[in-house]
């Protein structure tokens, strides 16, 4: 059980409107409360009414609280485009935050703080209105934080012209290893102009969280926290794989499909270490070509494997080739899975994964060796500390065509399921793990961090 710290403040929390967003601060709501703080959790209404919660029971004392986006039919596929979305969330959710604060102020709990995803700014000067000390919250990686940090500070500027990019505290990197919206700041402008303006009212807030653990990113942290100090508290993942402080804290709770159990079932027949996990997340959608590379990459490894595909994006294959995966006798295609859970499993023996920081996290908590396919976003600079910083998986790499081809699938998963390279990741995953564990057990850093933001509160 986590200690109590003395105080029971009342804690806003206001994530961005997406599982990769909201999961992680919902963990960090749970820490919280096992320290005898109060805290409320806001999701959109139709976050509300569209997210599967796995059980109540799961979400510990954690208080749900709702809050307009101004979508709340459909969401964020209501709007007609990226920027009208962001334009009116922020109006309307401004808006409906003022009513949420008023409604709590009212009552016999009022709001002592407010913590927010910097993706949404507008929260904070919302909280600053009401007097109230504001935190921010990154759910990504420190690196990518102080990459976006020197882009907003004209510390890199754009576009990049000199190569390897040097920045204090982070490998040298090139330009597939760096933020899609950095090498590429005309795709999807409206989210560069979102990721870069998170450091636009950081001044004003009291402090700063970070989704990560100290000996995972000293260098990075240390010299971030020269320009911008900050805390971290991480990582965000369920108590029960880490320090099992938080009772009942097994799986993230939120999840945007229905899980399917046969995974598990299929899981446990099969031998330690002999299956490839494979998820590529909610949003990546590959082309067709690139998806029978995979499945024709998977089949010719010979190993087992459980493919996570959301049916959203199963028509981008084939029906041969799923008939193929099935008679092959090897591989399980599924819509969603408990991820925690399966990569938690003995079976498993390699993860292919597109980086997100929540798997990256979660594999590295379970002492999991990835094979990495990064996808947009901050995704490439995940893969490139995977491979060259944590060293605890390879990246694939693409063809001139932009395709990554299914004898690269094969080689790398052999070279992590089979070789001696694999048997030195599994080595340093295993390293990891045990930090993570000691970063959030008593005495660790995000332990001391995280009671230092509370002591804040009670200043």
Known sequence: MEEKVSGSKHVLMVPYPSQGHINPMLQFSKRLCSKGLKVTMLTTIFISNSMHLQSSSLLGTVQLDFISDGYDQAGFHEAASVETYLSRMQEVGSNSLREVINKHNSSDHPIDCVVYDPLVIWVLDVAKEFGLFGAAFFTQMCAVNYIYYCVYHGLLKLPISSLPISIPGLPLLHLKDTPAFVYQTDFYPAYFHLVINQFSNIHKADLILVNSFYKLEDQVVDSMSKLCPLLTIGPTVPSFHLDKAVPNDTENVLNL???????????????????????????????????????????GTGFNFLWVIPDLFRKNLSKELEKGIDECGK????????????????????????????????????????????QWTDQPTKAKFVEDVWKVGIRVKENENGIVTREEIQNCIRLVMEKDLGRELRINAKKWKKLAIEAVTQGGTSHHNINEFINNLNK
């Open 331 to 374: 591989g399980l295609i599924v819509n969603w899975i408990p991820q925690l859970e399966v990569l938690s499993n003995q079976a498993v023996g390699c993860f292919f994964t597109h980086c997100g920081w929540n798997s990256t996290l979660e594999a590295l908590c379970l002492g999991v060796p990835m094979v990495a396919l990064p």
């Open 257 to 299: 499909f229905e899980l399917d159990s046969s995974a598990i079932s299929w899981l446990k027949q099969k031998g330690a270490g002999s299956v490839i996990y494979i998820s590529f997340g909610s949003m990546v959608c590959f082309s067709s070509q690139q998806m029978e590379e995979i499945a024709l990459g998977l089949m």
